[in-house]
Nanobody, 123 residues
């Protein structure tokens, strides 16, 4: 059974920080990377960041570079997204997803998704 669980969302003022966590279960751990996407209401999912399980390389959307940091812990089968200097435009539902094949920033390359966690940033 493939399952990913996100946590850590919430309400924060602009300039604040949040840390999202994603725990994987079952086949999700056989993926080669974990990624974070976000989706504001009525908009397609947007790539945020990704990190492979076995290399130190990380991937970021231009809109979050320098503010967000992705990391992973193989022993805990988990990935994290540290979000600093949050802006109102970061408001969205954030999803953790498991990457299996294809372009690292493309949603269709991710075969399993969590239920999402809401992040709301007020001005």
């Amino acid at each position: 059974q493939v399952r990913l669980e996100e946590s850590g969302g919430g309400l924060v003022q602009a300039g604040g920080s949040l840390t999202l966590s994603c725990v994987t279960y079952g086949r999700a751990f056989s993926s080669d990377a974990l990624g974070w996407f976000r989706q504001p209401p009525g908009i397609e999912p947007e790539f945020v960041a990704a990190v492979p399980w076995t290399t130190a390389r990380t991937y970021y959307a231009d809109s979050v570079k320098g503010r967000f940091t992705i990391s992973r812990d193989k022993d805990k089968r988990s990935a994290y997204l540290q979000m600093d200097n949050l802006k109102p435009e970061d408001t969205a539902t954030y999803y953790c997803a498991a990457h299996y094949i294809g372009e690292m920033t493309a949603p269709q390359s991710f075969g399993a998704w969590g239920q999402g966690t809401q992040v709301t940033v007020t001005s």
